[in-house]
């Protein structure tokens, strides 16, 4: 059984960075198979593609975050980062990481979820 769980603060101040970890069970993040991929929601709209990473690092991400926006990974600990630069009230949402089934080209598991405010 595939689990991810995303943690990290649950607020953030204005310009500051925002960072979150999405912890994999079950499953290799290094698997040829899967990308690992992080979309959010804001609270009131529809869900949106931040980026994803594939089995060999490379990393693609939406061009509206494409500047503030970094996704990298840690094998020894089979663990997913996202960084997003220079926070705005409107980065305020819930953050998910969930797995891409490459030949679907579809997400077959995520997280919970984890809700982030950027506020002073």
């Known amino acids: 059984q595939v689990e991810l769980q995303e943690s990290g603060p649950s607020l953030v101040e204005p310009s500051h960075t925002l960072s979150l970890t999405c912890a994999v069970s079950?499953?290799?993040?290094?698997?040829?198979?899967?990308?690992w991929s992080w979309i959010r929601q804001p609270p009131g709209k529809g869900l949106e593609w931040i980026g994803y990473i594939t089995p060999n690092a490379n990393t693609y991400y939406n061009p509206s975050l494409k500047s503030r926006a970094s996704i990298s990974r840690d094998t020894s600990k089979n663990q997913v980062t996202l960084q997003l630069n220079s926070v705005t009230p409107e980065d305020t949402a819930v953050y998910y990481c969930?797995?891409?089934?490459?030949?679907?080209?579809?997400?077959?598991?995520w997280g919970q979820g984890i809700q982030v405010t950027v506020s002073s």
């Open positions: 969930a797995r891409v089934l490459r030949a679907a080209g579809s997400n077959d598991y």
């Open positions: 079950g499953g290799s993040i290094i698997s040829s198979a899967y990308y």
